[in-house]
């Protein structure tokens, strides 16, 4: 089975552009949840899919959003990017809630 | 913000040694979880241990569970140089597949 797979690995954006970055779980899980990795604030939850329905949400503002798509692939986007949103995004995916996540490699973003 | 601690958050042993960290929590739980994160790389799961089980072995990796003392400990035996990582507990939230993760342990096996 593929793991699961997020794209681009690395990303520079200037502050003030915005950004998709994109999920494809493992065939057959339903489940998709974003997080993001920063030195100092450790990992943190951004939102979680399931069948196409946001979840739960994390404390994010509002220029962090997301979505999933009917393949259960998502992607999550951030507007009016700011310097402090450089980081390590990783998404996971489940098969179903109350089990164990398979995360992907992440992507890399780096606001200059 | 973090709702797990971990302890200690570095740990340096020499190859062969057992390395062993803890991590604590503050609410009910259905299940903890451990992951390992090499640098700048995704997490990857180690073992699932559920909140009626006291004890899960994995290889060289054995996890317990107190949960009235809300804690849980990951023991490495017979460490060795690839272990090196960072460790991290993590509590499913209640509904859903969120998870709260610990600050992590990160763990050098020098050679």
């Known amino acids: 089975k593929a793991g699961v797979t997020q794209t681009p690995r690395y990303l520079i954006k200037t502050r003030g552009q915005q950004v998709t970055l994109s999920c494809s779980p493992i065939?057959?899980?339903?489940?998709v949840s974003w997080y993001q990795q920063t030195p100092g604030q450790g990992l943190q939850f951004l939102f979680e899919?399931?069948?196409?329905?946001?979840?739960n949400k994390g404390n994010f503002p509002g220029r962090f959003s997301g979505r999933q798509f009917s393949n259960s692939r998502s992607e999550m986007n951030v507007s009016t990017l700011e310097l402090g949103d450089s980081a390590l995004y990783l998404c996971?995916?489940?098969?179903?809630?109350?089990?164990?996540?398979?995360f992907g490699q992440g992507t890399r973003l780096t606001v200059v | 913000s973090q709702q797990g601690e971990e302890d200690p958050q570095a740990l340096s042993i020499q190859e062969g040694e057992n390395a062993t960290m803890n991590c604590s929590y503050k609410?009910?739980?259905?299940?903890l979880q451990w992951y390992r994160q090499n640098s700048g790389r995704g997490l990857v799961h180690l073992i699932l241990?559920?909140?009626?089980?006291r004890e899960k072995h994995s290889g060289r990796l054995r996890v317990t569970l107190d949960t009235s003392k809300k804690s849980s400990s990951l023991l490495i035996t017979a460490s060795r140089a690839a272990d090196t990582a960072s460790y991290f507990c993590?509590?499913?939230?209640?509904?859903?597949?969120?998870?709260?993760f610990g600050e992590g342990t990160q763990l050098t096996v020098n050679p």
């Open positions: 996971a995916s489940s098969p179903w809630w109350d089990t164990e996540a398979f």
């Open positions: 065939s057959g899980h339903r489940s």
């Open positions: 899919y399931f069948s196409e329905t946001q979840r």
């Open positions: 609410t009910s739980i259905n299940n």
């Open positions: 241990i559920r909140s009626n089980e």
């Open positions: 993590a509590r499913p939230e209640t509904s859903g597949s969120r998870l709260t």
